[in-house]
């Protein structure tokens, strides 16, 4: 009995591993392109009825047809656009990035919280708090 109680918690915690990986993966994906400034490498990891919020919860904007003309506008009028991840945490499905930009090359650096929910390898909901 002993010996199934153990082999069931190391099986719960490989798979909770894993889950961690694979939404962590997904979200430094989407990382890698906002840098490339890459819009399909970066829609690639969104779901196609994706919501991004103000945090709360204030909809910004909703839909891959959206993230696609904001960032797609956003991504060519910032060559300098560069995203740093000052930390990360990610458990099970859920990944909070505490995130550093610089939107232009003089700008200062802006901070951000950002907390992304990955559902089957995409990105469902993205959750923005700009630290002041």
Known sequence: ????????????????AQQKTAAAEVVQKQVEAYNARNIEAFIATYSDDVVFYGFPKEVRFKGIAQVREIFG???????????????????????????KVRFQ??????????????????IQEVYFLKRP
Request: proline residues 3%.
């Open 73 to 99: 506008i956003f991504f060519k009028n910032s060559p300098d656009l560069h995203c740093d991840i000052e930390d990360r945490i990610a458990s099970g499905d859920t990944v909070i990035d505490h995130e």
């Open 105 to 122: 090359k003089d700008d200062p650096i802006q901070e951000f919280v950002v907390m992304y929910k990955v559902t089957d390898g995409k």
């Open 1 to 16: 009995m002993k010996k199934l109680i153990i082999l069931f918690l190391c099986t719960v915690s490989l798979a909770t």
